[in-house]
């Protein structure tokens, strides 16, 4: 019996408690079967080393679960059915192995400023009223509401008001509740073309078909998005996933002048905090803050897994989309919400991003330079920015090909046509934000190589 209980060493709490979750466990995922007979309490008990008292205990429980049935003179035994109705083992598909991920969307998660983090919380729990602990606005805590506005406003040119602020589990649920909201208008939504894959699939989820809209050495062209007929679109100015492109100021003036005739800009704020050329451009919600929906989230500065941003909304958007937060979750948890007020108002999220950003950089070169000597027919683009970078291939060489003949060597790379609507030239991405310089330059040389067999 004590082989089935793997799990009767593990976890805390008392012995009744541990050898209870052994036991259901053992039952969930099929290790004890229905109608099997458990040993009595009193030899259990010694094979265990416990009391008599403490197995009773554990099957009291798991009887009054439903997990077993204890009947007079047949002793105790599994209940039928209950394996079926459990989580059971889940068996997960193994991801072919990858020794270099440059697979673009994640940060260097070994640069999260855990102690600083650590140190916002505590701050945070010491100072927090009882009643922040509890049910506030969906919309988000007072504190980070203007802690957020403020440096949106130093560091992004953001127009923004406490009050159109509002706090969200990261871009991913800011868009799922905009589509709900821009639904009940009845907005067609326009995308950049080729754009996010994930994005696309989040978008379709909701319902929504959007049109697509080319991107080319300046962004998106806007006189398409006119022509389209769409009555807003989804932007990532500051850095274009995938192609790394800026969008230009003469394009900015132009995307501007259309939310300003009718039309509705979403703009997430995609990789706007790393640029490497020169400051940060401005958020082009600064040039018709009353037209743009401006999105950003703390996935690629400190990590996705604190599903934490936010949304600056225009005045006809902000009870709507607070209505839409409110039925969908009652608000983003408050202790990562004052966390993260305490990060900023002590200036430790702004030396978190002055700290990675040159190391961002020589990641990015590292692997510039890489390609540069083992592919040096692909051309590069988005360098300048961001933390991943786009590499057109030569002609007559398939994105799918290179990347399974690049993982076959360790290598994991992004393709670009899962983003597409409409055709284009075969392309990668590339992310390096967590790989260390040397490692890249060694994925350069197999990323050559797996180039040369795609031919």
């Known amino acids: 019996m004590r082989e089935l209980l793997v799990e009767w060493g593990d976890g805390d709490g008392d012995l009744a408690g541990r050898l209870t979750r052994g036991l259901r466990a053992a039952v969930r995922d099929g290790r004890l079967v229905a109608g099997e ?12 080393g416990v009391s008599r008292g403490v197995v009773v205990e554990a099957y009291e429980q798991l009887a009054a679960e439903g997990y077993l049935v204890g009947r007079r003179g047949s002793g105790t035994r599994v209940a039928a059915g209950v394996a079926d109705a459990g989580p059971g083992r889940v068996e997960r598909a193994a991801p072919a192995a990858s020794r270099y991920d440059l697979k673009p969307g994640t940060p260097d998660l070994g640069s999260f400023p855990r102690a600083a983090w650590a140190g916002a919380v505590r701050r945070a729990l010491l100072g927090a009223a009882n009643s922040e602990l509890g049910y506030a606005d969906p919309a988000g805590l007072p504190q980070l509401r203007r802690e957020l506005a403020a440096y ?28 709900q909201v821009l639904a009940a208008e009845g907005r067609q939504l326009a995308v950049e073309d080729p754009g996010s894959p994930g994005t696309l699939e989040l978008l379709r989820a909701h319902g929504v078909r959007p049109v697509g809209v080319p991107v080319d050495q300046e962004g998106l062209v806007v006189r398409e998005l006119a022509a389209s007929g769409a009555q ?36 997430d704020d995609y990789d706007a905090e790393f640029r490497y050329d020169r400051e940060p451009v401005g958020a082009v919600q600064g040039l018709a803050p009353e037209r743009t929906v401006y999105l950003g989230s703390l996935s690629k500065t400190l990590a996705p897994g604190l599903r934490l941003g936010w949304a600056v909304l225009p005045g006809h958007l902000v009870e709507p989309f607070a209505h839409a937060k409110r039925y969908a979750d009652l608000g983003t948890g408050a202790v990562d919400q004052l966390a993260f007020a305490a990060l900023l108002e002590s200036g430790g999220y702004d030396r978190h991003l002055r700290a990675v950003r040159p ?11 890489g390609l540069r000597e083992h592919l040096p027919q692909a051309e590069l683009r988005g360098v300048a920015a961001g933390l991943h970078l786009y590499a057109d291939l030569p002609d007559g060489v398939g994105e799918q090909a290179v990347a399974d003949a690049a993982l076959r060597r360790g ?40 180039v040369r067999e795609a031919f």
């Open 37 to 48: 007979r458990l040993p009595g309490s009193r030899v259990l008990a010694g094979e265990l």
């Open 152 to 179: 949106l406003g130093r560091v992004r040119a953001v127009v923004a008001r406490p009050e159109r602020v509002a706090v969200v589990s990261g871009v991913g649920q800011g868009l799922a509740l905009l589509m």
């Open 232 to 267: 807003a679109v989804l932007v990532t100015p500051a850095h274009q996933y995938p192609t790394g492109v800026v969008l230009s100021a003469r394009r900015r003036t132009e995307l501007a002048a259309w939310a300003r005739a009718g039309g509705l800009v979403v703009e």
């Open 359 to 369: 190391r961002y950089r020589a990641r990015r070169d590292a692997l510039v330079a």
């Open 411 to 450: 290598v994991r790379v992004a393709t670009v046509a899962p983003g597409r609507l409409g055709p284009g030239r075969a392309a990668i991405a590339l992310g390096y934000a967590g790989v260390a310089e040397q490692r890249l330059r060694e994925a350069a040389a197999l990323l050559g190589e797996a």
